[in-house]
Structures are given as C-alpha cells and as structure tokens.
Nanobody
Framework: QVQLVESGGGLVQAGGSMRLSCAASVSIRTIRNMAWYRQVPAKQREMVAS???????VYADSVKGRFTGSRDNANNSVYLQMNSLEPEDTGVYYC???????????WGQGTQVTVSS
C-alpha cells in the first residue's frame, strides 16, 4: 500500500504563487511515475504535471512555463511549484503514484487550490 498526503493548497490571488507537496508513505524509488492531477466540478480529472522516476517531467499545455514538478527521493516527496496562477487553475489537486512493482495506482485525498481574480 502507498499512502499519499498532499499539503500546501489554499487561496491565492491571480498572478501569485503556491507550492504543493505530496508525501508518500514508501520510498518513491519504488514509484515509477508520480503526477499531479486537477479536478474541477463537472469536468474530468486532468493531468497537470507528471514526473517519472528518471525525473523527466511532462506538463499539460495550460500550465507549461508556469508550473514545475519535482521529485525528492530523500524525503519521499513530490512537489508542484505553481507560478503566475490564473483563476482557471482553481480546482482540487490530487497526487498520483504508479508503483514500479505492479503498476498499481494510488491517489491522495486532494487539496483545494483557489485562485481569485
């Protein structure tokens, strides 16, 4: 089992910055892919940033150049640095992990990010 705990959400004004953290209950060296997803009401959950075990990052077009995802193996954590936030970035952000051993997927409980205009 892998438990993921997100933190760092809240309310920020447009143009501001925020950093999300996701702490895993296991060594993330056992996690092939970690990612951040965003969900807004009446829409499907969408991938925002994905970071593989070799630190390769992939971003949704809507956040390229503004968001940066990173992995910290020493602290078993993954982060999402969000800059130049826009009201459209508002949503619940979920941490995602795909285990290396069997590709089983785990989700965190989500953290709310609200960007005011």
């Amino acid at each position: 089992q892998v438990q993921l705990v997100e933190s760092g959400g809240g309310l920020v004004q447009a143009g501001g910055s925020m950093r999300l953290s996701c702490a895993a209950s296991v060594s993330i060296r056992t996690i092939r892919n970690m990612a951040w997803y965003r969900q807004v009401p009446a829409k499907q959950r969408e991938m925002v940033a994905s970071i593989t075990d070799d630190a390769t990052a992939v971003y949704a077009d809507s956040v390229k150049g503004r968001f940066t995802g990173s992995r910290d193996n020493a602290n078993n954590s993954v982060y999402l640095q969000m800059n130049s936030l826009e009201p459209e970035d508002t949503g619940v952000y979920y941490c995602y992990a795909e285990r290396l051993l069997d590709t089983r997927v785990y989700w965190g409980q989500g953290t709310q990010v609200t960007v005011s205009s």
